[in-house]
Protein backbone atom coordinates (compact mmCIF):
# COMPACT_ATOMS: atom_id res chain seq x y z
CA UNK A 1 0.00 0.00 0.00
CA UNK A 2 0.95 3.67 -1.21
CA UNK A 3 2.22 5.79 1.78
CA UNK A 4 -0.66 8.33 2.77
CA UNK A 5 0.09 11.82 1.34
CA UNK A 6 1.09 13.85 4.45
CA UNK A 7 -0.16 17.47 3.11
CA UNK A 8 -1.44 19.25 6.31
CA UNK A 9 -4.52 20.33 4.78
CA UNK A 10 -5.61 16.31 4.61
CA UNK A 11 -4.67 15.78 7.79
CA UNK A 12 -7.65 17.56 9.11
CA UNK A 13 -10.17 15.48 6.96
CA UNK A 14 -11.64 12.24 9.12
CA UNK A 15 -9.62 10.43 6.07
CA UNK A 16 -6.94 11.48 5.10
CA UNK A 17 -6.14 8.48 3.18
CA UNK A 18 -8.27 8.98 1.10
CA UNK A 19 -7.04 11.85 -0.62
CA UNK A 20 -3.81 12.76 -3.02
CA UNK A 21 -2.14 16.37 -4.18
CA UNK A 22 -1.02 16.47 -7.40
CA UNK A 23 2.88 16.63 -5.74
CA UNK A 24 1.82 13.38 -4.63
CA UNK A 25 0.80 12.14 -7.11
CA UNK A 26 3.77 13.26 -9.43
CA UNK A 27 5.93 11.58 -7.00
CA UNK A 28 4.35 8.29 -7.02
CA UNK A 29 3.57 7.84 -10.37
CA UNK A 30 5.18 4.60 -11.57
CA UNK A 31 5.46 3.14 -8.09
CA UNK A 32 4.60 -0.64 -9.03
CA UNK A 33 1.46 -0.74 -6.27
CA UNK A 34 -0.28 2.49 -7.95
CA UNK A 35 -2.06 2.57 -10.46
CA UNK A 36 -4.21 6.00 -11.51
CA UNK A 37 -7.41 5.70 -12.89
CA UNK A 38 -8.80 8.75 -15.43
CA UNK A 39 -12.88 8.58 -15.34
CA UNK A 40 -14.42 11.41 -17.24
CA UNK A 41 -17.89 12.98 -18.46
CA UNK A 42 -16.74 12.75 -21.74
CA UNK A 43 -15.89 9.55 -23.33
CA UNK A 44 -12.80 11.07 -25.60
CA UNK A 45 -11.31 12.97 -23.11
CA UNK A 46 -8.62 10.60 -21.80
CA UNK A 47 -7.53 10.28 -25.09
CA UNK A 48 -6.76 14.03 -25.84
CA UNK A 49 -3.70 13.61 -22.78
CA UNK A 50 -3.64 11.83 -20.27
CA UNK A 51 -1.86 11.73 -16.60
CA UNK A 52 1.05 9.26 -17.70
CA UNK A 53 0.94 5.75 -17.16
CA UNK A 54 -3.32 6.54 -16.20
CA UNK A 55 -5.98 3.86 -17.68
CA UNK A 56 -9.26 4.84 -18.18
CA UNK A 57 -12.63 3.72 -17.19
CA UNK A 58 -15.59 4.81 -18.65
CA UNK A 59 -18.85 5.02 -16.13
CA UNK A 60 -21.51 4.60 -18.66
CA UNK A 61 -19.51 1.83 -20.93
CA UNK A 62 -17.21 -0.23 -18.39
CA UNK A 63 -18.91 0.32 -15.00
CA UNK A 64 -22.62 0.11 -16.02
CA UNK A 65 -24.57 -2.86 -16.40
CA UNK A 66 -24.88 -3.36 -20.37
CA UNK A 67 -28.49 -4.18 -20.07
CA UNK A 68 -29.81 -4.08 -16.55
CA UNK A 69 -29.98 -0.28 -14.79
CA UNK A 70 -27.17 -1.67 -12.59
CA UNK A 71 -23.44 -1.65 -12.11
CA UNK A 72 -21.10 -4.96 -13.62
CA UNK A 73 -21.49 -8.15 -12.14
CA UNK A 74 -18.20 -9.20 -10.16
CA UNK A 75 -16.77 -11.40 -13.58
CA UNK A 76 -17.26 -7.94 -15.40
CA UNK A 77 -15.17 -5.86 -12.78
CA UNK A 78 -12.76 -8.55 -12.27
CA UNK A 79 -12.21 -8.67 -15.80
CA UNK A 80 -12.37 -4.57 -16.02
CA UNK A 81 -9.22 -4.46 -12.92
CA UNK A 82 -7.18 -7.23 -14.31
CA UNK A 83 -7.16 -5.73 -17.71
CA UNK A 84 -5.95 -2.69 -16.22
CA UNK A 85 -3.13 -3.71 -13.87
CA UNK A 86 -5.44 -3.59 -10.53
CA UNK A 87 -4.53 -6.02 -8.18
CA UNK A 88 -7.07 -6.30 -5.24
CA UNK A 89 -4.01 -4.43 -3.14
CA UNK A 90 -3.39 -2.00 -5.27
CA UNK A 91 -3.48 1.46 -4.60
CA UNK A 92 -5.98 3.20 -7.15
CA UNK A 93 -6.23 7.24 -7.60
CA UNK A 94 -8.72 8.06 -9.64
CA UNK A 95 -8.87 11.70 -11.26
CA UNK A 96 -10.90 12.65 -13.81
CA UNK A 97 -12.93 15.86 -14.93
CA UNK A 98 -15.95 18.07 -14.15
CA UNK A 99 -14.64 18.54 -10.46
CA UNK A 100 -14.16 14.75 -10.36
CA UNK A 101 -17.80 13.86 -10.81
CA UNK A 102 -16.87 11.05 -12.36
CA UNK A 103 -13.73 10.26 -10.45
CA UNK A 104 -15.90 9.42 -7.26
CA UNK A 105 -18.66 7.78 -8.91
CA UNK A 106 -15.90 5.12 -10.19
CA UNK A 107 -14.33 5.04 -6.21
CA UNK A 108 -17.76 4.74 -5.19
CA UNK A 109 -18.11 1.64 -7.68
CA UNK A 110 -14.70 0.24 -6.73
CA UNK A 111 -15.84 0.71 -2.84
CA UNK A 112 -19.02 -1.27 -3.52
CA UNK A 113 -16.90 -4.35 -4.67
CA UNK A 114 -14.79 -3.74 -1.69
CA UNK A 115 -11.68 -2.34 -3.01
CA UNK A 116 -9.55 -0.80 -0.20
CA UNK A 117 -7.08 1.31 -0.78
CA UNK A 118 -8.77 4.00 -3.44
CA UNK A 119 -8.13 7.69 -3.28
CA UNK A 120 -9.34 11.39 -5.17
CA UNK A 121 -6.49 13.56 -6.87
CA UNK A 122 -7.57 16.71 -5.10
CA UNK A 123 -8.38 19.23 -7.77
CA UNK A 124 -8.62 16.41 -10.69
CA UNK A 125 -7.83 17.10 -14.25
CA UNK A 126 -7.99 20.20 -14.22
CA UNK A 127 -5.69 21.27 -11.48
CA UNK A 128 -3.06 18.89 -12.94
CA UNK A 129 -3.40 20.38 -16.23
CA UNK A 130 -3.70 24.24 -14.58
CA UNK A 131 -0.04 23.26 -13.00
CA UNK A 132 1.35 22.19 -16.11
CA UNK A 133 2.21 19.04 -15.17
CA UNK A 134 2.84 16.61 -18.37
CA UNK A 135 -0.12 15.11 -20.28
CA UNK A 136 0.58 12.24 -22.94
CA UNK A 137 -1.40 10.34 -25.61
CA UNK A 138 0.85 7.35 -25.04
CA UNK A 139 -1.52 4.44 -23.95
CA UNK A 140 -0.31 2.92 -21.03
CA UNK A 141 0.40 -1.33 -21.45
CA UNK A 142 -0.49 -2.74 -18.07
CA UNK A 143 0.55 -6.08 -17.27
CA UNK A 144 -2.44 -8.15 -16.79
CA UNK A 145 -3.08 -9.30 -13.14
CA UNK A 146 -5.29 -11.51 -11.29
CA UNK A 147 -7.99 -9.44 -9.80
CA UNK A 148 -10.33 -11.92 -7.56
CA UNK A 149 -14.14 -12.44 -7.87
CA UNK A 150 -16.21 -10.37 -5.39
CA UNK A 151 -19.27 -10.19 -4.42
CA UNK A 152 -20.45 -6.71 -4.47
CA UNK A 153 -22.34 -5.06 -1.46
CA UNK A 154 -25.13 -2.86 -2.19
CA UNK A 155 -26.31 -2.72 1.60
CA UNK A 156 -23.57 -0.85 3.52
CA UNK A 157 -23.19 2.46 0.96
CA UNK A 158 -26.05 2.12 -1.53
CA UNK A 159 -29.66 2.68 -1.30
CA UNK A 160 -32.08 1.45 -3.43
CA UNK A 161 -35.96 3.42 -3.23
CA UNK A 162 -37.37 0.68 -1.03
CA UNK A 163 -34.63 1.97 1.66
CA UNK A 164 -35.55 5.53 0.74
CA UNK A 165 -39.11 5.00 1.51
CA UNK A 166 -37.99 3.27 5.16
CA UNK A 167 -35.86 6.38 5.41
CA UNK A 168 -37.96 8.88 5.21
CA UNK A 169 -38.06 11.28 7.67
CA UNK A 170 -34.56 10.56 8.29
CA UNK A 171 -31.50 12.84 6.96
CA UNK A 172 -31.67 13.06 3.25
CA UNK A 173 -28.91 15.21 0.79
CA UNK A 174 -30.45 16.57 -2.74
CA UNK A 175 -27.31 17.68 -4.21
CA UNK A 176 -28.88 19.11 -7.33
CA UNK A 177 -29.35 22.55 -8.27
CA UNK A 178 -31.94 24.77 -6.92
CA UNK A 179 -33.79 24.60 -9.77
CA UNK A 180 -34.03 20.55 -9.88
CA UNK A 181 -34.47 20.70 -6.25
CA UNK A 182 -37.95 23.38 -6.27
CA UNK A 183 -39.36 20.86 -9.51
CA UNK A 184 -38.86 23.77 -12.06
CA UNK A 185 -36.59 22.44 -14.20
CA UNK A 186 -36.35 18.20 -14.46
CA UNK A 187 -32.83 18.17 -15.62
CA UNK A 188 -29.76 19.97 -14.73
CA UNK A 189 -29.41 23.48 -16.32
CA UNK A 190 -27.65 22.83 -19.84
CA UNK A 191 -28.16 18.71 -19.58
CA UNK A 192 -30.22 16.74 -21.36
CA UNK A 193 -33.48 15.61 -19.85
CA UNK A 194 -33.30 12.31 -19.03
CA UNK A 195 -36.88 11.29 -18.59
CA UNK A 196 -38.19 12.41 -15.11
CA UNK A 197 -41.90 12.95 -15.56
CA UNK A 198 -42.35 14.41 -12.34
CA UNK A 199 -40.16 17.48 -10.64
CA UNK A 200 -39.66 18.00 -7.07
CA UNK A 201 -37.68 16.24 -4.34
CA UNK A 202 -37.75 13.73 -1.79
CA UNK A 203 -39.94 15.22 1.32
CA UNK A 204 -37.19 16.36 3.96
CA UNK A 205 -34.19 16.27 2.21
CA UNK A 206 -31.87 18.88 2.93
CA UNK A 207 -30.74 21.21 -0.55
CA UNK A 208 -26.92 21.33 -1.04
CA UNK A 209 -25.89 21.48 -4.28
CA UNK A 210 -22.84 19.36 -4.75
CA UNK A 211 -20.71 22.24 -5.80
CA UNK A 212 -20.87 23.92 -2.61
CA UNK A 213 -18.39 21.05 -1.58
CA UNK A 214 -15.17 22.30 -4.05
CA UNK A 215 -13.25 25.22 -4.13
CA UNK A 216 -12.99 27.06 -7.53
CA UNK A 217 -9.82 25.27 -8.79
CA UNK A 218 -11.71 21.57 -8.05
CA UNK A 219 -10.26 21.10 -4.82
CA UNK A 220 -12.14 20.10 -2.24
CA UNK A 221 -13.10 22.85 0.59
CA UNK A 222 -11.40 22.46 3.70
CA UNK A 223 -12.50 20.23 6.93
CA UNK A 224 -14.02 23.55 8.38
CA UNK A 225 -15.40 25.01 5.73
CA UNK A 226 -16.86 21.81 4.58
CA UNK A 227 -18.50 21.17 8.31
CA UNK A 228 -20.01 24.89 8.24
CA UNK A 229 -22.49 23.14 5.27
CA UNK A 230 -23.25 20.81 6.20
CA UNK A 231 -23.15 20.47 10.33
CA UNK A 232 -23.57 23.77 10.84
CA UNK A 233 -25.73 25.45 8.27
CA UNK A 234 -28.06 22.15 7.37
CA UNK A 235 -28.24 20.37 10.85
CA UNK A 236 -26.73 16.81 9.50
CA UNK A 237 -25.48 14.80 12.10
CA UNK A 238 -22.64 12.46 11.57
CA UNK A 239 -23.98 9.81 13.25
CA UNK A 240 -27.19 9.78 12.15
CA UNK A 241 -27.86 7.57 8.90
CA UNK A 242 -27.57 9.60 5.78
CA UNK A 243 -28.84 8.85 2.35
CA UNK A 244 -27.46 11.61 -0.43
CA UNK A 245 -29.24 11.26 -4.60
CA UNK A 246 -28.96 13.63 -7.36
CA UNK A 247 -30.70 12.72 -10.65
CA UNK A 248 -28.31 9.11 -11.47
CA UNK A 249 -26.04 8.91 -8.76
CA UNK A 250 -23.06 10.57 -9.95
CA UNK A 251 -23.16 13.97 -8.51
CA UNK A 252 -24.17 12.33 -5.11
CA UNK A 253 -21.42 10.14 -5.29
CA UNK A 254 -19.16 13.30 -4.61
CA UNK A 255 -21.41 14.17 -2.23
CA UNK A 256 -20.88 11.06 -0.21
CA UNK A 257 -17.31 10.97 -1.03
CA UNK A 258 -17.00 13.98 1.50
CA UNK A 259 -19.36 13.15 3.72
CA UNK A 260 -17.90 9.63 4.59
CA UNK A 261 -14.38 10.79 4.16
CA UNK A 262 -13.68 14.18 4.64
CA UNK A 263 -16.76 14.64 7.37
CA UNK A 264 -16.00 11.44 8.73
CA UNK A 265 -20.48 10.62 8.63
CA UNK A 266 -21.47 6.92 9.70
CA UNK A 267 -23.18 5.20 7.18
CA UNK A 268 -23.84 7.08 4.38
CA UNK A 269 -25.67 5.79 1.54
CA UNK A 270 -25.61 6.79 -2.02
CA UNK A 271 -29.08 6.03 -3.91
CA UNK A 272 -27.84 6.25 -7.47
CA UNK A 273 -31.64 5.60 -8.91
CA UNK A 274 -31.94 9.09 -7.90
CA UNK A 275 -34.32 11.49 -9.35
CA UNK A 276 -34.98 9.37 -12.90
CA UNK A 277 -36.36 6.17 -10.80
CA UNK A 278 -37.84 9.11 -7.66
CA UNK A 279 -39.47 11.10 -10.02
CA UNK A 280 -41.04 8.27 -12.51
CA UNK A 281 -41.99 5.99 -9.40
CA UNK A 282 -46.13 5.76 -8.78
CA UNK A 283 -46.79 7.14 -5.65
CA UNK A 284 -44.02 8.33 -3.86
CA UNK A 285 -44.26 11.21 -1.97
CA UNK A 286 -42.51 14.27 -3.60
CA UNK A 287 -42.34 17.62 -2.32
CA UNK A 288 -42.20 21.10 -4.70
CA UNK A 289 -40.76 24.24 -4.32
CA UNK A 290 -37.65 25.47 -2.07
CA UNK A 291 -39.13 24.36 1.66
CA UNK A 292 -37.85 20.37 2.70
CA UNK A 293 -41.46 19.98 3.21
CA UNK A 294 -42.19 17.07 5.78
CA UNK A 295 -43.08 12.97 5.49
CA UNK A 296 -46.89 12.61 6.37
CA UNK A 297 -46.98 11.04 10.22
CA UNK A 298 -43.31 10.81 10.98
CA UNK A 299 -43.51 14.13 12.37
CA UNK B 1 -31.73 6.91 -46.57
CA UNK B 2 -30.90 9.45 -48.39
CA UNK B 3 -27.64 11.05 -47.39
CA UNK B 4 -25.56 13.82 -49.23
CA UNK B 5 -22.47 11.85 -50.31
CA UNK B 6 -20.07 13.31 -47.80
CA UNK B 7 -22.05 11.81 -45.05
CA UNK B 8 -22.99 8.76 -46.80
CA UNK B 9 -18.71 8.54 -46.65
CA UNK B 10 -18.65 9.16 -43.14
CA UNK B 11 -21.44 6.89 -42.43
CA UNK B 12 -19.00 3.85 -44.48
CA UNK B 13 -16.09 4.84 -42.54
CA UNK B 14 -17.65 4.23 -39.05
CA UNK B 15 -19.84 1.01 -40.17
CA UNK B 16 -16.37 -0.29 -41.14
CA UNK B 17 -14.93 -0.30 -37.81
CA UNK B 18 -14.80 -1.41 -34.82
CA UNK B 19 -15.60 -0.07 -31.42
CA UNK B 20 -12.03 1.50 -30.43
CA UNK B 21 -11.87 2.55 -33.99
CA UNK B 22 -14.72 4.40 -33.84
CA UNK B 23 -13.57 6.30 -30.64
CA UNK B 24 -10.06 6.90 -32.27
CA UNK B 25 -12.24 8.39 -36.05
CA UNK B 26 -14.50 10.20 -33.32
CA UNK B 27 -11.31 11.72 -31.87
CA UNK B 28 -9.61 12.48 -35.16
CA UNK B 29 -13.22 14.64 -35.95
CA UNK B 30 -12.99 16.16 -33.19
CA UNK B 31 -9.68 17.76 -34.12
CA UNK B 32 -10.38 18.20 -37.31
CA UNK B 33 -13.90 20.44 -36.47
CA UNK B 34 -12.72 24.27 -38.24
CA UNK B 35 -12.36 27.02 -35.59
CA UNK B 36 -15.16 29.68 -35.63
CA UNK B 37 -14.60 32.87 -38.49
CA UNK B 38 -14.19 36.29 -36.63
CA UNK B 39 -17.86 37.38 -37.11
CA UNK B 40 -18.54 34.31 -34.54
CA UNK B 41 -15.91 34.38 -32.55
CA UNK B 42 -16.25 37.54 -31.12
CA UNK B 43 -20.35 37.06 -31.01
CA UNK B 44 -21.14 34.00 -29.33
CA UNK B 45 -24.51 35.22 -28.11
CA UNK B 46 -25.61 35.20 -31.89
CA UNK B 47 -25.59 31.49 -31.59
CA UNK B 48 -27.74 29.15 -30.44
CA UNK B 49 -27.09 26.43 -28.09
CA UNK B 50 -27.81 23.36 -28.09
CA UNK B 51 -28.55 22.07 -24.87
CA UNK B 52 -29.21 18.49 -25.38
CA UNK B 53 -25.36 18.22 -25.41
CA UNK B 54 -23.67 17.28 -22.15
CA UNK B 55 -21.19 19.77 -22.70
CA UNK B 56 -21.51 23.42 -24.03
CA UNK B 57 -22.30 23.82 -27.83
CA UNK B 58 -23.12 26.45 -29.69
CA UNK B 59 -24.11 26.69 -33.71
CA UNK B 60 -24.82 28.62 -36.46
CA UNK B 61 -26.74 28.08 -39.99
CA UNK B 62 -26.20 30.38 -42.72
CA UNK B 63 -28.15 29.88 -45.90
CA UNK B 64 -26.65 31.17 -48.92
CA UNK B 65 -29.46 33.32 -51.46
CA UNK B 66 -27.92 31.08 -54.58
CA UNK B 67 -30.72 28.71 -56.56
CA UNK B 68 -29.90 25.73 -54.43
CA UNK B 69 -29.74 27.66 -51.16
CA UNK B 70 -26.69 26.23 -50.08
CA UNK B 71 -26.14 25.76 -46.14
CA UNK B 72 -22.96 26.44 -44.01
CA UNK B 73 -22.58 25.47 -40.38
CA UNK B 74 -20.50 26.78 -37.83
CA UNK B 75 -20.14 25.06 -34.18
CA UNK B 76 -18.33 25.89 -31.62
CA UNK B 77 -17.18 23.45 -28.06
CA UNK B 78 -14.60 23.99 -25.81
CA UNK B 79 -11.29 21.68 -25.89
CA UNK B 80 -11.83 19.75 -23.25
CA UNK B 81 -15.62 18.58 -24.56
CA UNK B 82 -14.03 15.98 -27.72
CA UNK B 83 -17.02 14.22 -27.94
CA UNK B 84 -19.41 16.85 -28.61
CA UNK B 85 -16.41 18.78 -30.81
CA UNK B 86 -16.97 15.08 -32.68
CA UNK B 87 -20.46 15.33 -33.49
CA UNK B 88 -20.24 18.72 -34.38
CA UNK B 89 -17.08 17.81 -36.85
CA UNK B 90 -19.75 14.59 -38.51
CA UNK B 91 -22.35 17.64 -39.07
CA UNK B 92 -19.99 19.68 -40.74
CA UNK B 93 -18.05 17.45 -42.80
CA UNK B 94 -21.29 15.91 -43.83
CA UNK B 95 -23.81 18.62 -44.35
CA UNK B 96 -21.83 22.18 -44.81
CA UNK B 97 -21.96 23.18 -48.10
CA UNK B 98 -24.40 20.93 -48.97
CA UNK B 99 -28.66 21.95 -50.63
CA UNK B 100 -30.85 23.11 -47.91
CA UNK B 101 -33.11 20.27 -49.55
CA UNK B 102 -30.54 17.80 -48.90
CA UNK B 103 -30.20 18.91 -45.35
CA UNK B 104 -33.23 18.62 -44.60
CA UNK B 105 -33.97 15.22 -45.94
CA UNK B 106 -31.36 14.10 -43.59
CA UNK B 107 -33.37 11.39 -41.54
CA UNK B 108 -33.63 12.07 -37.81
CA UNK B 109 -32.05 8.86 -36.82
CA UNK B 110 -29.38 9.11 -39.38
CA UNK B 111 -26.75 8.69 -36.38
CA UNK B 112 -27.80 5.22 -35.30
CA UNK B 113 -26.18 3.97 -38.70
CA UNK B 114 -22.68 5.10 -37.26
CA UNK B 115 -23.11 2.90 -34.65
CA UNK B 116 -21.53 4.65 -31.92
CA UNK B 117 -24.21 3.98 -29.19
CA UNK B 118 -22.54 1.23 -27.95
CA UNK B 119 -19.13 3.08 -27.69
CA UNK B 120 -20.14 6.16 -26.28
CA UNK B 121 -23.80 5.30 -24.73
CA UNK B 122 -27.22 6.03 -25.57
CA UNK B 123 -27.36 9.25 -23.10
CA UNK B 124 -24.02 10.94 -24.98
CA UNK B 125 -25.46 10.15 -28.48
CA UNK B 126 -28.88 12.13 -27.88
CA UNK B 127 -26.79 15.26 -28.48
CA UNK B 128 -26.45 14.29 -31.92
CA UNK B 129 -29.96 14.05 -32.93
CA UNK B 130 -30.36 17.27 -31.20
CA UNK B 131 -27.67 19.14 -33.24
CA UNK B 132 -29.51 17.94 -36.65
CA UNK B 133 -32.94 18.93 -35.23
CA UNK B 134 -31.67 22.38 -34.19
CA UNK B 135 -29.85 22.70 -37.64
CA UNK B 136 -32.76 21.58 -39.98
CA UNK B 137 -34.84 24.44 -38.08
CA UNK B 138 -32.79 27.00 -38.46
CA UNK B 139 -32.82 25.61 -42.16
CA UNK B 140 -36.51 26.00 -42.53
CA UNK B 141 -36.58 29.54 -41.02
CA UNK B 142 -34.44 31.09 -43.05
CA UNK B 143 -35.53 29.38 -46.37
CA UNK B 144 -39.35 30.46 -45.08
CA UNK B 145 -40.47 28.05 -47.45
CA UNK B 146 -43.94 28.68 -46.23
CA UNK B 147 -43.30 25.04 -44.55
CA UNK B 148 -41.26 26.39 -41.46
CA UNK B 149 -41.63 26.08 -37.98
CA UNK B 150 -42.23 22.60 -36.29
CA UNK B 151 -44.58 19.93 -38.11
Redo the contacts between chains.
Sequence with gaps: MAPTDPSPKFAEYAHPERLVSTDWLAEHLGDPDVVVVESD?????Y??GHIPGAVKIDW??ELNHPVTRDYVDPEQFALLCGERGIARESTVVFYG?RNNWWATYALWVFRLFGHEDVRILDGGRAKWQAEGRELTTEQPKPNPVEYPIVERDDIAIRAFKEDVLSHLGGQLVDVRSPGEYSGELLHMP?????GAVRGGHVPGASSVPWARAANEDGTFKSRAELSAIYEDEQGLSKDEPTIAYCRIGERSSHTWFVLSYLLGFEGVRNYDGSWTEWGNSVRVPIVQGADKGSVKGSS | MTLPAPLEELVEDFEAVGTKDK??L??EL?QELPALPARYADAADSME?V??????LFLAVEVDDDAERHVHLFFSAP??????R?FASIMHTGLDGEPAATVLGVPDDFYTALGLT????P??I??MA?MLARIKRQVREQVGDGQGGEP
Design positions: EDVLLDTHTDDYPQE | LQLLSQHECQSPPEAPTTGQAVSLRRGA
